[in-house]
């Protein structure tokens, strides 16, 4: 009976993960309509190599070359209400490069509203632990966690970033 209990909460304590994992895929709706992951499709832009891009409510949001990637990931998401009571939506893209040197990818913030949309340089990461990403007053917190590296010995330090107004800064 015990071992049963133990095994009943272990998976309700999963049950939340799974969900969210599965959320990752659907659509999402910012308050400039609807944001959707494009990878190897057509654009009306001159570029020769195959382009991942977002768009939000028709409009481009980014879009960069990625032959040899995986489509891009959203990896968080988080509302917000600016002074003047307007919501505004803040989403993390992870994008995936093929191959196995990195079990990670180049983070990208994008921020909108219904009269606004902003987008972050891409924010370097090759992989470890995930990144851990928290709202707080200014916009986003970026965790890398520090731990040891995928192959070798040492210690890789914890990094923090601060996502803010379309911008993201290292923290010391």
């Known amino acids: 009976m015990f071992k049963k209990c133990s095994f009943t909460i272990i998976l309700f304590a999963a049950y939340p993960l799974i969900l969210h994992a599965a959320d990752n895929q659907a659509p999402v709706m910012t308050p400039k309509g609807e944001l959707k992951i494009h990878h190897g499709e057509t654009f009306q832009v001159k570029q020769t190599d195959e382009v991942c891009a977002v768009t939000i409510g028709g409009e481009i949001a980014f879009i960069d070359k990625c032959s040899a990637e995986y489509p891009p990931t959203v990896i968080g998401r988080f509302k917000k209400t600016l002074p003047n009571k307007e919501e505004s939506m803040i989403v993390v893209i992870q994008r995936q490069p093929g191959g196995n040197a990195c079990n990670g990818g180049p983070l990208i913030v994008i921020e909108t509203s219904k009269n606004y949309t902003t987008t972050s340089s891409p924010l370097d990461f090759c992989g470890g632990t ?43």
């Open 130 to 172: 995930d990144p851990v990403i928290t709202s707080n007053a200014k916009g986003l917190l970026i965790t890398f966690p520090g731990g040891a590296p995928n192959r070798g010995s040492g210690y890789i330090p914890t990094e923090k970033y601060q996502y803010q107004g379309g911008s993201i800064t290292k923290l010391h």
